[in-house]
């Protein structure tokens, strides 16, 4: 049985409507679940059994959303395994079982991000390669930890773009949290330094890190960030807490390539992917976590503050699939 979620109050302590949040994720989401959707329909509609034919349209639809072809592999074995085995035999039931597949794809062990105010203070670097979204997505993570009612102070550890400090210090200023920042130019290490320093005399809850955007590829950028986080390191061992990549969903398969590097200059805690609106391979999600064993913290929809979604895999894969606004019971 199919049961919605109970998850419709206005009220809710957080003030989020998450059937209305539901919905945007799905729109957020349109470009790769209508493709995807759609094609698994199209794949089982009218058919009597689950035959290679099928298996192998599926391979080619996994495939295409950007899956991967490990995952997608994956799915097509343990498939077959289960046909074989008529533990499968209706089509309508593949659905199903790519959507099983993929949550536990998905479902990366890792704890919890339960940040709360007054506890001891975590640091989050955040990096990636140039116009991924990083500076936008720490200020809806600002916005968002301020409702929370953390304290939040930013660093602008992009020292390279002139207008890259004036873009976090708007946002500091909309959601009231202090930015950190030297003149251009300077040395992103030290404004990071300042920034963690700053956020342990003032015990701030959590301090958002900005980095300039660089090219996975060159190695004199990869090593200034491995500067950064030592820094930052030799001033408090557990810091920092979380090294998030921000990655671009429309790159596509290049993001992959692009988390390995960054995951062997500054060993990251987790990801975030961003403009998974813009793109039909919204797929990529599974490749990455597939790749790296990390989870997918934060995923971006959109451009509004509240398009930046804690990454549940359960509500994306049933948005994806649009078996949505039902769980299992
Ligand atoms: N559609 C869409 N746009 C997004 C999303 N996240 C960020 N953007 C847009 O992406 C553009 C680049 O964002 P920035 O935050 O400046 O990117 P950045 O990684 O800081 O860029 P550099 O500092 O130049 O490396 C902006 O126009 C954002 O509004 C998203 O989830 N969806
Ligand atoms: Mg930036």
Request: glycine residues 10%.
């Amino acid at each position: 049985m199919f049961k919605r979620k109970q998850n419709q109050n206005s009220d809710d302590p957080q003030g989020e409507d998450k059937g209305g949040l539901f919905a945007r994720l799905k729109s957020g989401l349109a470009k790769t679940r209508g493709s995807f959707t759609e094609g698994l329909a199209r794949l089982v509609a009218g058919k009597k059994q689950i035959d290679d034919e099928l298996l192998e349209e599926l391979e080619t639809l996994l495939i295409t959303a950007d899956i991967g072809v490990e995952t997608t592999t994956e799915i097509i074995e343990a498939i077959t395994d289960r046909v074989r085995r008529r533990d499968l035999t209706d089509p309508e039931a593949v659905v199903g079982a790519v959507r099983e597949h993929l949550i536990a794809t998905l479902s990366v062990d890792a704890p919890e991000l339960d940040w709360q105010p007054g506890a001891d203070h975590r640091v989050a670097l955040v990096v990636g390669v140039n116009g991924v979204g990083k500076t936008t997505t720490i200020g809806k993570l600002a916005a968002r930890y301020r409702e929370q009612g953390l304290s939040v102070m930013l660093a602008a550890g992009d020292t390279f773009r002139a207008a890259a400090v004036e873009q976090l210090k708007q946002w500091g200023e909309r959601v009231e949290a202090p930015v950190i920042a030297q003149e251009t130019g300077g040395d992103s290490a030290s404004v990071v330094h300042d920034a963690v320093q700053a956020t342990a005399s003032r015990s701030t809850d959590v301090l958002l890190a900005d980095t300039a955007g660089r090219l996975h590829t060159k190695a004199n950028l990869m090593e200034e960030l491995a500067k950064v986080r030592r820094v930052v390191n030799r001033l408090d061992g557990d810091a920092p807490h979380e090294t998030w990549l921000v990655v671009d969903a429309t790159t596509g398969q290049n993001a992959l390539a692009q988390a390995e590097k960054f995951h062997e200059a500054v060993p990251l805690t987790g990801l975030i992917v961003t403009k998974l609106d813009g793109t039909a391979k919204g797929g990529i999600i599974v490749a990455l976590t597939q790749k790296l064993g990390l989870p997918i913290r934060y995923i971006g929809v959109g451009e509004r503050p509240e398009d930046l979604r804690p990454f549940d895999p359960e509500a994306f894969v049933d948005a994806l699939l649009d078996t949505g606004e039902a769980t299992e019971e």
